[in-house]
Structure formats: structure tokens, C-alpha cells
């Protein structure tokens, strides 16, 4: 949809002000530069502190797979009552995720995970579980 109303502010927060006013699809996917992160080193491993606002515990998923860690958030679209009439809707539905790699010694069991006022904790330990050992072919 091409926009109804062209701003030339010479203040860019105002630009959007206008931006997909009459956006009737309330399902999008969030990019994942909504899901801010902060990696913070400590002695053992690294600390990621992951925004994601507006979110429950129970919709966020955390999967680990081949070394990629990754976070996804997942709201479904809630139905209302179809004789009100919404002039704008900014509350998000759909989803958003965001994978790290994080090494193929790291395992689930490595990586502990809280969640607390819309921030996502992990800790990742520097060196997994799931060490692969070299061996060695002995020569007759």
C-alpha cells in the first residue's frame, strides 16, 4: 500500500507517524532487529540479556540444533468482536526470532534460560559437554 500521506519532518521520529495508517492485516512478522539483545563475557561463559516485550514465558521457544541457537516468540492473533471497528492497531501478533551460533560442544542441557519483566536471560558456557574426543588409528 502506498502511503496516503508524505512526511517531510525534519524530525525522523515523526516520519511514521502516518506509515500503514489504514493497514487492515494486523498479522506481521517482527524483524528480527525487534528482539534486542545484549552479550555480555563473564569468566565461564556469555550472558544475553534478549528484549522481548509484550511477550509470555509461554510464547517464547528456544531450540538448539546442529550449533544454532535459536530464540523465537510466537503471539497468536486474538479474536474479537467483529462489529467493532479498529481505526489502528499497533499491538503485535505473529512472530519474531532471532539464532545465534553458539558452537556444536554446547548442548540443551548446557544453556540455562529465565525469563523476567520481558527480558529473555541465557547463560552459554564458553566450553560444552559435548566434547569430541580425537582418536587416533594405530599403525601395525
Known amino acids: 500500500m502506498t502511503k496516503l500521506v508524505k512526511t517531510t519532518s525534519t524530525f ?9 495508517f489504514f493497514t487492515t492485516n494486523s498479522s506481521r ?15 565461564n561463559g556469555y550472558e544475553l540479556h534478549i528484549d522481548v516485550p509484550g511477550f509470555g514465558k509461554e510464547d517464547i521457544k528456544i531450540s538448539l540444533d546442529k550449533g544454532y541457537l535459536t ?14 471497528h479498529f481505526v489502528r492497531r499497533e499491538r503485535f501478533t505473529g512472530t ?11 548442548q540443551e542441557e548446557d544453556i540455562t534460560a529465565k525469563y523476567e519483566k520481558g527480558i529473555l536471560n541465557l547463560f552459554i558456557p564458553k566450553e560444552g559437554t559435548n566434547k569430541k574426543e580425537t582418536k587416533y588409528i594405530s599403525i601395525e
Not at 512478522?29 to 569468566?43: A, G, H, N, Q, Y
Not at 519474531?96 to 554446547?106: E, K, L, N, P, S
Request: negative net charge; aromatic residues 10%.
Open 12 to 20: 525522523p521520529f515523526f516520519n511514521d507517524i502516518f506509515d500503514d
Open 29 to 43: 512478522r517482527l524483524p528480527s532487529s525487534s528482539m534486542k539483545t545484549d552479550i555480555l563475557e563473564v569468566e
Open 71 to 84: 530464540i523465537e516468540a510466537r503471539k497468536e492473533e486474538i479474536k474479537e468482536d467483529e462489529n467493532k
Open 96 to 106: 519474531c526470532a532471532r539464532t545465534f551460533y553458539v558452537g556444536d560442544d554446547i
